[in-house]
């Protein structure tokens, strides 16, 4: 299983980015789809999450900026950023859980990451 993220940049405070991650291989099944970021000298945190019925959640920092959305047909998730803020700064990186088929009849759980892109807030 492949994720490929994209979208990051360079923006000012105030400004939009929208962040698009799709997933390819042998997923079979998508159950939950998220973004999570880590600035410089900090773990990595939750950003939001979208599960496959669209129940969203997603950190305090971010409610009413960020938005988190998904196209099941695509295996591609979306980050629609606003009103973004020097303290959102980060690399951004996508996550899925789900399954994928490893034979004919079987398929296995995973977790698996994006390689992360960096997003950039100057004020």
């Known amino acids: 299983v492949q994720l490929q993220a994209s979208g990051g940049g360079l923006v000012q405070a105030g400004e939009s980015l929208i962040l698009s991650c799709v997933a390819s291989g042998t997923i079979h099944i998508i159950n939950t789809m998220g973004w999570y970021r880590q600035a410089p000298g900090m773990q990595r945190e939750s950003v939001a999450r979208?599960?496959?019925?669209?129940?969203?959640d997603c950190a305090d920092s971010v409610k009413g900026r960020f938005t988190i959305s998904r196209d099941n047909a695509k295996n591609t998730v979306y980050l629609q950023m606003s009103s973004l803020k020097p303290e959102d700064t980060a690399v951004y990186y996508c996550?899925?859980?789900?399954?994928?088929?490893?034979?004919?009849?079987?398929?296995?759980?995973?977790?698996?990451w994006g390689q992360g892109t960096q997003v950039t807030v100057s004020s």
């Open positions: 996550n899925v859980r789900g399954w994928e088929r490893v034979g004919a009849n079987e398929q296995t759980n995973g977790n698996w």
């Open positions: 979208i599960t496959s019925g669209g129940v969203k």
